[in-house]
Structure formats: C-alpha cells, structure tokens
C-alpha cells in the first residue's frame, strides 16, 4: 500500500478535520503503543499499520 492511499482511506474514515489529530494523538495498542505517525516513522510498513487502525477502530470491511 503507497502512503498516499493509506492517507486517503485515514481522511475517508475520519474526516479532514480530524484525521491529523487521530494519527498524532491516538495511541494504540495494536501498534505497540505508538501512534500512527510513531508507527510511520519507526518503519512499520504502511499495509501493518492501515490493519491496526482497522483492528482498533473497527473500521467496517467496506472502509478497509
């Protein structure tokens, strides 16, 4: 998965406004305690990343 598209589905799940907030300051377990933008920036491979978020958010299946 390209990182745009990962941003993409994010502001289509979340919304513009709040998608910023959610990847800086939402810290999830699935991504072992990190935020999505910690998990980025450590190396976690997009595809890994965009799973959790679905995992913890319980993004429905025609979101994913």
């Given amino acids: ?3 745009t ?9 979340f919304g513009k406004p709040y998608v910023d907030s959610f990847a800086r300051d939402h810290v999830l377990s699935e991504l072992g305690g990190r935020t999505v933008l910690e998990a980025l ?4 491979d997009v595809k ?11 993004v429905p299946a025609e979101k994913r």
């Fill in 41 to 44: 920036d450590a190396g976690w």
């Fill in 5 to 13: 598209v990962f941003w993409e589905r994010m502001t289509d799940y």
């Fill in 1 to 3: 998965m390209w990182q």
């Fill in 48 to 58: 890994d990343v965009w799973r959790a978020v679905c995992e913890a958010m319980s």
